[in-house]
């Protein structure tokens, strides 16, 4: 009589495992408008949210975060002095496009 051998827990354990058709359709369509906004988007400098030259609200436009969290962020950088911000801001803002 042969002897079926089946590893008990681990089919249970995998995240993967216990969708449903519905909840997978749901997370493949998420994962394709995903990349689809991803892959359309480019950098513009924002001079209708900008304070100096645009450039953070270029940045948070872009990653689609808040444009205060990014002006903190480099005032931070600029007063800590890491790897030249206010350089960087500078080419950003001469080289890079508005809209």
Not at 58 to 67: E, H, K, L, Q, T
Request: aromatic share 8%; proline share 4%; hydrophobic share 50%.
């Amino acid at each position: 009589m042969p002897v079926s051998v089946r590893p008990t827990g681990l089919a249970e354990n995998l995240p993967l495992a216990n969708l449903s058709r519905a909840n997978l359709s749901r997370a493949s369509s998420i994962r394709v408008q995903r990349e689809t906004t991803m892959t359309n988007r480019s950098f513009h400098l924002d001079k209708s949210n900008a304070k100096l030259m645009g450039v953070c609200s270029g940045i948070a436009n872009y990653f689609d975060w808040d444009a205060n969290i990014i002006r903190i962020a480099f005032v931070l950088a600029a007063v800590f002095g890491v790897g030249a911000p206010v350089l960087i801001y500078l080419a950003i803002g001469l080289i890079a496009s508005s809209r």
